[in-house]
């Protein structure tokens, strides 16, 4: 899976679980989720269970912080690095 892809696929999620009703365009790469308060402490842990389940990323054996989930450009770049081959 391309990283254009997983950016596509991590944008529709977030849009679909923290900004309902918002068009999937309107949300860019390098949009702060965190400052902005589209993604907090709970939504955290909903991302993390997604992309757990979605990706294979093992959260429990990597070291990752906030800034691994402040924007969408992050995010994807920290799935890039951390997925199993098998998941691409």
Known sequence: ???TAIATEV???VVA???AGED???LTGDYDLLDSGVIDSLGLVKM???LTS???IPVDDIDFGPDDFRTLDAIVAMI???R???AV
């Open 54 to 56: 979605a990706y294979q």
């Open 1 to 3: 899976m391309s990283t």
């Open 17 to 19: 679980q923290f900004l």
């Open 11 to 13: 944008r529709a999620y």
């Open 80 to 82: 890039a690095e951390h």
């Open 24 to 26: 999937v365009s309107d």
């Open 84 to 86: 199993p081959a098998a």
């Open 48 to 50: 993390l269970g997604h």
